[in-house]
């Protein structure tokens, strides 16, 4: 082998001396950094680009939240329904209590009421929810098919989806805690929205 041929091979061999078969980092070694996954790379140009991170990861878990919501309860056969309105129908069944309009938007952050308002009547008119009046105001009730709708949502989302992520392997400690950090987030963003809106 002549003194050339050798000292283009030493020059395209890998670093270290290392086979790319060899190791199972070998091969990232060559492997450019990716940087942040985000959805705008000109809002992830600044101080905190992790946040857009998170970002890009609440916008891809609500669009699939959503989907899942409507679904599963179009398998457990109620179709037709939005997200909104399943959501407003779990709030309204929690505790088995009647539900003023006001504290179901307070629970579930809804600032527009006449989306709510709309959410029920479509709930009232499937005959999944009643409103009888209580003095001034109109309290929110489940009806019993209400309450047949959220058991066969609840079978279907334990069968589909939380066999599969307890399969991920995370503790419930870990969930609680991305929990948490979720609804700290939140608080942040509605304090950020205040401030921008005096702008």
């Known amino acids: 082998m002549s003194e050339n041929r050798r000292t283009i091979q030493d020059r ?35 101080a905190l680009p992790e946040l857009s991170e998170v ?77 009888d009046k209580a003095g001034k105001e109109r309290l929110i009730q489940v009806t019993a098919d209400g309450e047949a709708a959220c058991a066969r949502y609840r079978t279907y989302r334990e069968r589909i989806l939380v066999s599969g992520a307890r399969e991920l392997g995370m503790s419930p400690e870990s969930l609680s805690a991305i929990a948490h950090l979720m609804r700290v987030l939140s608080g942040h963003y509605d304090q950020a929205a205040r401030t921008a809106a005096s702008l």
């Open 55 to 131: 970002e890009f990861g609440l916008i891809l878990a609500s669009h699939a939240f959503d989907r899942w919501m409507i679904r599963c309860m179009t398998a457990a056969g109620y179709p037709g329904l939005t997200a909104t309105e399943i959501l407003v129908l779990h709030t309204v069944t929690h505790r088995a209590r009647p539900k003023r309009l006001a504290d179901i938007c307070l629970v579930l952050g809804i600032e527009d009421t006449h989306l709510a308002t709309y959410a029920v009547k479509k709930l009232e008119a499937r005959g999944l929810v009643s409103r």
């Open 12 to 46: 395209n061999k890998p670093k270290d001396d290392v086979s790319p078969n060899e190791g199972q980092g070998a091969a990232s070694l060559d492997q450019p950094s990716l940087g942040p996954i985000v959805s705008s790379a000109h809002l992830a140009d600044g």
